[in-house]
């Protein structure tokens, strides 16, 4: 689909996700809050959910077998690497149904303590999807280490709390204020046109 299909597409899923507003919902993402699966939250539902962040991608469909959660975002396929491994399975072993999917540009940053500059990061923390779609930028700052995670805005919410001027973090820019880190530098990902789909997930 096209950019504009995509968009109307969103905006079709979002009125039947929240009709008129709609009720609040219990919503189950893997990652900590500034993940994409929480970004891809907040565009269709905006404030009208309740999150539920969760540790792994099979945790999260847990949430829905035990009536935990009314829906869960999912990442289906990413433009940089593919079918997200095991993610369709799973969805299927677990007898959900994808209800719509929504296209999330992805925007990777490199995050850090105020003050760190980039010759000051020797490690960067993501998860390795992440830092899989950051090979370039890499590759140019060889002396820095990548450190795979469990999620992108974990990653900065760890580096801030650990406090090493030496640490960086990949993910989206909403985590820099959020977790009290600054950009060091931005659309560090290997193309511009990077994106996520993912799919909206309840019992069926």
């Known amino acids: 689909m096209t950019e504009a299909e995509w968009r109307d597409a969103a905006d079709r899923l979002r009125e039947r996700l929240r009709p008129n507003g709609g009720e609040q919902a219990v919503v189950a993402f893997q990652g900590e809050r500034g993940a994409y699966g929480h970004l891809a939250i907040e565009r269709l539902w905006g404030a009208r959910a309740w999150l539920l962040p969760c540790w792994t991608f099979a945790d999260v469909i847990a949430r829905l077998e035990q009536g935990r959660a009314e829906f ?4 289906l396929r990413n433009e940089i690497v593919g079918e997200i491994p095991g993610i369709q399975e799973a969805i299927e072993d677990a007898e959900l149904e994808i209800v ?3 296209r999330l540009p992805v ?6 303590l105020p003050g760190s500059g ?3 990061i020797t490690t960067v ?4 999807v992440a830092l899989s779609q950051c090979q370039k930028f890499l590759e140019a700052h060889p002396a ?3 450190r795979e995670a469990n999620d992108t805005a974990g990653s900065a919410r760890d580096v801030a709390a650990r406090g090493r001027a030496n640490e960086g973090a990949i993910a989206a820019e909403g985590c820099a204020e959020r977790y009290g880190l600054h950009v060091v530098a931005r659309n560090v990902g290997d193309r511009e046109d990077n994106a996520t789909v993912f799919g909206v997930v309840r019992r069926a």
């Open 100 to 102: 719509g999917e929504l």
């Open 144 to 146: 820095m280490r990548p």
């Open 72 to 75: 869960a975002v999912l990442p």
């Open 118 to 120: 980039l010759d000051d």
């Open 107 to 112: 925007r990777h940053c490199l995050l850090a």
């Open 125 to 128: 923390f993501s998860h390795p």
